[in-house]
């Protein structure tokens, strides 16, 4: 690490020390503390971007289980499905009472995660 005296010479001081090791085997870049920060800040942008994207991926993979829950529910119900179509429920009311069972469902579960996190959370905040 090298300090300069006057700011506005940082730049030449930099090309002055990387064309004195630019044919060594220890070639340098070398960079102002600031630039330094601004490349750190920009691989931290990649890393919450690569967060986000499997964020997405997870919360796609849990809608797919949902799916495929209320699937399996809904051939396990064909019988009670068929009652209440002879009792005068109409195809879009027995729709409506299955995508009402999945919201409700899904609901209680992401209730219930986002309450499990809160305690995890807390600790290792302390620390």
Do not use: W
Not at 80 to 87: D, F, H, N, R, S
Not at 113 to 127: D, I, K, Q, W, Y
């Amino acid at each position: 690490m090298i300090g300069v005296a006057r700011p506005e010479v940082a730049g030449d001081v930099a090309v002055a020390i990387d064309q004195i090791f630019k044919n060594s085997l220890a070639e340098t870049l070398t960079e102002t503390e600031k630039a330094f920060q601004q490349g750190f800040v920009a691989m931290s942008g990649a890393i919450v971007m690569a967060i986000q994207i499997v964020s997405f991926v997870v919360i796609f993979i849990i809608m797919a289980v949902v799916a495929n829950t209320m699937a399996m529910t809904t051939r396990e119900r064909i019988g009670e499905y068929a009652i209440l179509k002879t009792l005068g429920f109409g195809g879009g009311h027995i729709t409506a009472l299955i995508f009402g069972e999945s919201l409700v469902i899904t609901i209680i579960g992401c209730l219930l995660g986002v309450a499990a996190t809160f305690p995890g959370t807390r600790s290792l905040a302390r620390n």
